[in-house]
């Protein structure tokens, strides 16, 4: 089946920029997701990313597209405290209408001062 | 933007009793709705697809039985976890697409933590 990985943890100074990454299995992947989760709370969509896209821009996100490698990345550009959260990487396979999400292992991102 | 609500938040309960999670589409109608089940610190697992009218569709490995999910409305599913055990214990979340068809974004609920003692 699909498979989606990520790193577990990232830590980084206030005002650096963060990079997460994401690598999945599924070539039939249509778009691609970026959520973040709070403690205790739902999932928050961030942006998201179109298959035939390399790379998406939006405020202080940039969301990179290597399809060959299969490859997802996102940069937060001067990253604050309140980004301190777990990033999670999605993907939808071309069948099922896109209704089905394969979540990444979730990446924790760290915000030091 | 669109908002999905869960109630209750957080429950605890004893084992063998039954426990019911309600999501809810506040400001959309949703005919089809889903359930995810994360373990700490771990991914979301798509346990089954809720729609409203029909039966609702289960992931393998996950069992009917065990995770009744009502879709009776076009704003309201409910996941009863029946006879619920320890091993249940686990962040339940829901989500709703605003439209359907694969299409329209998709919103996520607050979550709803349980713990069977």
């Known amino acids: 089946g699909e498979d989606v990985e990520q790193s577990l943890f990232l830590s980084v100074r206030e005002g650096d920029s963060s990079v997460i990454n994401c690598t999945y299995t599924d070539s039939s992947s249509t778009y691609l997701y970026w959520y973040k989760q709070e403690p205790g709370a739902g999932l928050q969509l961030l942006t998201y990313?179109?298959?035939?896209?390399d790379m998406k821009q939006d405020q202080r996100l940039t969301v990179l597209l290597n399809k060959k490698d299969k490859h997802l990345s996102l940069r937060i550009a001067d990253t604050q405290t309140g980004d301190s959260a777990i990033y999670f990487c999605?993907?939808?396979?071309?069948?099922?209408?896109?209704?089905?999400?394969?979540f990444g292992t979730g990446t924790q991102l760290k915000v030091e001062l | 933007g669109a908002v999905v609500s869960q109630h209750p938040s957080r429950v605890i309960c004893k084992s063998g009793t039954s426990v019911k999670i309600e999501c809810r589409s506040l400001d959309f109608q949703a005919t089809t709705m889903f359930w995810y089940r994360q373990f700490p610190k771990q991914s979301l697992m798509l346990m089954a697809t809720s729609n409203e009218g029909s039966k609702a569709t289960y992931e393998q490995g996950v069992e009917k039985d065990k995770f009744l999910i009502n879709h009776a409305s076009l704003t309201l599913s409910t996941l009863t976890v029946t006879s619920a055990h320890p091993e249940d214990s686990s962040f339940y979340i829901c989500?709703?697409?605003?439209?359907?068809?694969?299409?329209?974004?998709?919103?996520f609920g607050e979550g709803s933590r349980l713990t069977v003692l």
């Open positions: 999605a993907e939808t396979p071309l069948t099922g209408g896109g209704n089905k999400l394969t």
């Open positions: 990313i179109f298959s035939n896209m």
């Open positions: 989500s709703a697409r605003t439209q359907g068809g694969g299409t329209g974004e998709l919103f």
